[in-house]
């Protein structure tokens, strides 16, 4: 049995490093193409949030209903079936956390390039292996990395809105609610603009790959879930209204380092650069926490499926060694073959229906009565789940609709994992008796 040395702390910090990361200190470069209203950008970080909280209140009852590490890979077999759960974690282990991996090393080397001129890629791959060795090594330093960068990381967030606050009004857009901000809320680029804003999101249920580590889990993981998500939407509210407030509009537009152009009308070109600085080493924390979190879907696989053994190796701190380093390798391929957008889209849409078949099992969860003494309770159920629920499907229906090839092959690659689940599982799966 795991020694349980996660605690609280360590765990909400780990949302919030998932979840303050890529997303935030690039999406509104996107989003500013096609909505020019400063209230409706605001108001698109505001429902990204309250939606994440719906989650998070969700997940915190699967969540301890089922305290084992490995996230939807966990909670899907049990809800459903074992091939539903490995397709979940299968797109985790190939492509879920390395894809994002690579996106936030990319996104530092970015930053980094503005004042080293460092190529990205040469940085965002020192970056990735330096952390995998950190992770794959020792629990210990590794939960101290994580707790010490991200309490950096929201520190110097907090600073960076109050001088963009008191800086002056030097953007172009208004924030006024009046009727261009309804009509931007039925347009297809106001749902797409959520894709971004969902994908920055990413991450409030990152305590639940880990879960299986966190001390009291019953009490700690609904706590580090709900905290984490509500901390990171009012960062998320405040640095985007910053950013807006601080740059015209016409600067931000198309720009991946949004923070970077913000911190150049707050502190000048000079103070511009220390930002850059300043906002590569926050992104580290992002790396570091999807590092962390993801082996232990690979890991948690490894050990129920005879197939994927090797990925259940530790070493004698319990640290999944073999999956670290396997995410590690995808992740230098997505360095150099992936891009933002495609992360988004590709990844966004995957994800996004993974998050939707958990949240309906808490249906599923109730209706079996499959929930276990001290478990978490969602508040206001039904309702919590369905206002989830519509909201993702309506995610899903303008991301299909939107982006087609990139659904269809999120589709595929969703199917892909399931081809490999019977596969291997013929003659090969060890007793399941944790997965059913």
């Known amino acids: 049995m795991n020694k349980k040395t996660i605690g609280f702390y360590t765990a909400t910090s780990v949302v919030i490093a998932n979840m303050v990361g890529t997303g935030v200190f690039t999406s509104l470069g996107y989003q500013v193409l096609d909505i020019k209203n400063g209230s409706s950008i605001v108001l698109l970080w505001i429902i990204g949030g309250i939606v994440s909280l719906l989650g998070a209140l969700c997940y915190a009852e699967i969540g301890t209903t089922f305290p084992r590490s490995g996230g939807e890979y966990n909670y899907l077999s049990k809800i459903y079936h074992p091939a539903v759960g490995f397709m979940s974690g299968f797109v985790s282990s190939t492509v879920a956390f390395s894809a994002p991996v690579a996106a936030a090393a990319l996104a530092l080397g970015t930053y980094f390039n503005n004042v080293f001129a460092v190529d990205p890629k040469i940085t965002a791959c020192i970056v990735v292996i330096a952390l995998s060795f950190v992770h794959a090594f020792t629990l210990n330093w590794g939960s101290k990395i994580q707790t010490s960068f ?3 990381k929201v520190l110097l967030i907090i600073v960076f809105i109050v001088f963009g606050l008191f800086s002056g009004h030097t953007g172009d857009v208004s924030f006024a609610l009046n009727s261009s901000t309804l009509g931007d809320v039925t347009t297809a680029a106001f749902a797409i603009a959520l894709f971004y804003v969902s994908y920055s999101y990413s991450g409030w249920n990152a305590a639940s790959y880990i879960a299986g580590e966190i001390e009291n889990p019953q009490r700690n993981l609904p706590k580090s879930l709900l905290y984490g998500t509500a901390i990171v939407t009012v960062l998320y509210v405040l640095l985007n209204y910053v950013f807006l407030y601080t740059a015209p509009i016409g600067e931000l537009a198309g720009k991946a380092d949004v923070g970077a152009v913000s911190a150049n009308f707050i502190f000048g070109v000079t103070g511009g650069k220390i930002i850059s600085i300043v906002i590569s080493i926050l992104l580290v924390s992002s790396v570091s926490s999807m590092v962390m979190a993801g082996p232990r879907v690979s890991q948690t696989m490894g050990n129920d499926l005879k197939f994927l053994s090797f990925l259940g190796k530790t070493t004698k701190n319990n640290t999944p060694l073999n999956a670290t380093f396997f995410q590690c390798i995808i992740s230098l391929f997505f360095i150099f073959t ?18 939707f078949l958990t949240v309906f099992g808490l249906f599923v969860i109730r209706t079996r009565k499959m929930s276990v003494e001290g478990a978490f309770k969602t508040p206001l159920y039904p309702l919590t789940p369905i206002l989830f629920l519509i909201f993702n499907t309506w995610l899903l229906y303008f991301g299909f609709t939107q982006k087609p090839v990139e659904s269809l092959i999120g589709l595929g690659t969703v199917l892909l994992g399931l081809v490999v689940y019977f596969i291997g599982r013929k003659g090969n799966q060890k007793d399941n008796k944790t997965l059913i």
């Open 338 to 355: 992936a891009t933002f957008s495609q992360v988004i889209t590709y990844i966004g849409f995957t994800l996004l229906m993974f998050t």
């Open 150 to 152: 991200t309490i950096i």
